[in-house]
């Protein structure tokens, strides 16, 4: 998780601040994996081994990868093309204001 929110820093030239919270806060927080953290999912409970499938099956039929970076910066470049109104009202992801107090949450009780 480390890499990919460090590859998407870089290739949309963030100086973003991350803060590592541990699942069992999230959770109380009510922060949904997925839906407010898209692309995250605790590893634990049935969901553990979501993100430990093998690729080795594709990656023999031919699947290519490319840099983190150059994916987070094409994605940031074709998001910024979509109309205002629809940039306003994202379908995923924790709000601003959200994500402003599970940070203070997670901050007084360290």
């Known amino acids: 998780m480390g890499q990919l929110l460090e ?4 290739g949309v030239g963030s100086d973003a601040k991350l ?3 541990d699942a069992e806060f ?3 927080q009510e922060v949904q994996p997925w839906m407010n953290m898209p ?3 605790p590893p634990v409970g049935e969901m553990a081994y979501m993100g430990r499938i093998s690729r080795d099956r594709a990656v023999k039929a031919g699947l290519t990868f490319r840099p983190v970076a150059d994916t987070a910066r094409d994605t940031l ?4 093309t979509l109309p205002e109104e629809r940039r306003a009202k994202p379908k995923a992801g924790i709000s601003a204001e959200r994500e402003q107090s599970v940070l203070t949450a997670w901050h007084a009780k360290k």
């Open 77 to 80: 470049a074709w998001w910024k």
């Open 7 to 10: 590859g998407c820093k870089k």
């Open 19 to 21: 803060t590592w919270a």
């Open 26 to 28: 999230l959770e109380k």
């Open 39 to 41: 692309v995250w999912v």
